[in-house]
């Protein structure tokens, strides 16, 4: 780069993302603490383990087709047409075809001094697939075989959340264009889609040892280190500050975006190029989590479970339109899917003898899905994203935020892209024999060999002391 | 192999100064323009490989440990105290 103001922009844009990428790290951490947290003793490490290895096999296979997935989709299957020309330097073709420029040959998929941003974006996306994939980890805890996780973990993780990002956020996504869809921050794209999947993965796998009385009655199956779990929700918490801070763009001049001839006006935007300011969604990320949590406390009679949970559940709900919202609205539409949420998962669970053990397809997938629907009352009119204000690069115009709209894509995020998927591959697995560990394993404990080995070792160093 | 042997050089790469002013040589690692392909073979190979290991690992052990049949609660004698 030659130009320094140019140079400051691009690099502050590249530090600004890489920071993200940091914070959201602090997801994953979370996520492991609390799945632990959750998981009883004789199942701890191989719980750990389970979450932790998603990380080396969803960066992989997003390294080898899910960033290109994302890049190569939007239109989905013929049903927008697309805006991309050769001017936009995104040209269909190339030797992986779809989009070139996330091919893995690639030159810039690696270092290239002629480009700072490709890899801190293919980063902060990697991150959210981490955390689709983590999601779903929650659920099946204690009785899902390793082999089948890491399937499923990159199934939704590099491949059904790509989609459904190729479709709902990005600029050419048919979503934006036919639906008026808006999801800022991703209450669909990344939190209904997971917790959908999660669902249709439980519909198969079945419940945990023990869950259900024979006369169908639930137990309760308590986390079993509280404190693990409180600490770890902390920090999903903090992480998704770079999670809000990722889906936005820093500082982008909307004037020439715009056609605003001879305008120029920076602003961040969120990822749609509308304008919104990261001090305004910082007001409402706060906000959201406090009616979640205020929601939480009273529904859930002071269980610190679903308290924190409901924390979360309540920033999700907002999140879609948490770049638009008031505060007051964000609390309220936080504390409105809580309620939802928790509700539908007593039932759901009663009902159709769902185990979810850490609340995962609620907090997640109903918060999302509720959070979509009431988006697209609160913020009907809205453009649904920068590209409908103007004309951009083929004049095409992208419908408005609409209720029929935002209901129609909480389908296709939960639904189509979520649960049915999850339901399709989890049986292929249990097809297999290869879905859910032997009854007697889950009945001793994944652990026990490490736990038996483990008090030798502390009998052998025991007497070797005396 | 080496990519950039000289950085003055390499930064100062240029087939059209006067039209576009100085290019910068984009890719620096080693093998840049011939071994791509390559490296995503081997990535391919190395996570396929990796499922097949730990899918016969997991197998083994999960059958033996469910054929001990062990109670529900006889891990509690393997806590350790250290």
Not at chain 1, 93 to 111: E, K, S, V, W
Not at chain 1, 280 to 304: E, W
Not at chain 2, 51 to 75: F, M, P
Request: glycine share 12%.
């Amino acid at each position: 780069m030659t130009n320094e103001g140019e140079a400051l922009r691009v690099i502050f844009t590249e530090f600004y993302y890489w920071v993200t990428v940091v914070l959201m790290f602090l997801i994953h951490v979370g996520f492991c603490m609390y799945e632990v947290g959750a998981s009883r003793y004789k199942h701890h490490q191989h719980t750990l383990m389970k979450n932790t290895m998603l990380i080396p096999l969803v960066t992989v296979t997003w390294f080898l087709f899910g960033w290109w997935i994302y890049w190569a989709f939007p239109t989905g299957p013929g049903l927008a047409p697309s805006i991309m020309t050769e001017s936009t330097a995104l040209v269909t073709g190339g030797g992986f075809g779809g989009n070139d420029l996330a091919n893995p040959t690639n030159a810039f998929m690696a270092i290239n001094l002629n480009d700072h941003l490709m890899g801190v974006f293919w980063a902060a996306f990697l991150l959210f697939s981490w955390t689709a994939a983590s999601i779903v980890s929650g659920a099946v805890i204690e009785r899902i075989t390793t082999f089948a996780f890491g399937v499923l973990a990159i199934a939704i993780g590099s491949v059904f959340w790509s989609i459904d990002a190729a479709w709902g956020w990005h600029f050419d996504g048919w979503m934006l264009k036919l639906l008026g869809y808006h999801d800022a921050y991703a209450s669909g794209v990344i939190h209904a889609i997971a917790g959908g999947f999660a669902l249709g993965v439980l519909i198969v796998l079945g419940p945990r040892i023990g869950k259900f009385s024979s006369s169908g009655e639930p137990r309760n199956i308590g986390p079993r280190n509280p404190w693990l779990v409180t600490v770890g929700l902390f920090l999903i918490y903090t992480g998704f500050w770079g999670f809000y801070a990722a889906c936005n763009v820093p500082i982008y001049d909307l004037g020439p975006e715009y056609g605003m001839e001879g305008v120029t006006y920076w602003t961040a935007t969120n990822i749609y190029l509308t304008p919104t300011t990261l001090s305004g969604i910082t007001m409402n990320f706060l906000m959201s989590l406090s009616g979640g949590l205020l929601a939480g406390y009273v529904i859930a009679k002071g269980d610190p479970f679903w308290t924190y949970s409901s924390g979360l559940a309540g920033i999700i709900c907002a999140s879609a339109g948490n770049d638009l919202y008031h505060p007051i609205q964000a609390l309220v539409i936080g504390m409105i899917g809580v309620v939802i949420a928790y509700k539908l998962h007593y039932w759901v669970e009663r009902k159709f003898k769902i185990d979810d053990a850490v609340g995962a397809v609620a907090v997640h997938g109903y918060a999302g899905f509720v959070g979509l629907v009431i988006c697209g009352f609160v913020l009907n009119g809205y453009p649904s994203s920068g590209y409908g204000v103007g004309e951009m690069f083929d004049g095409s115009t992208y419908a408005t935020i609409n209720p029929l709209g935002q209901f129609i894509g909480a389908i296709v995020m939960f639904v189509i892209l979520g649960l049915i998927p999850g339901y399709i591959i989890a049986k292929v697995l249990n097809g297999m024999g290869k879905l859910r560990i032997p009854r007697e394993v889950e009945i001793a404990g994944l652990d026990y060999e490490m736990m038996e080995s483990a008090k030798e070792d502390e009998k052998a160093v025991s007497s070797a002391t005396r | 192999m080496a990519t950039v042997t000289d950085w003055i050089t390499h930064l100062t790469t240029d087939t059209n100064a006067d039209k576009d002013g100085i290019q910068v040589g984009g890719s620096i690692y080693p093998g840049a323009g011939s071994s791509e392909l390559l490296l995503v073979l081997l990535l391919i190979a190395i996570w396929i490989g990796w499922h097949v290991i730990t899918n016969r690992s997991e197998n083994n052990e999960l059958s033996n440990l469910s054929r001990k049949r062990h109670g529900a609660n006889d891990h509690k004698s393997n806590i350790t105290d250290w």
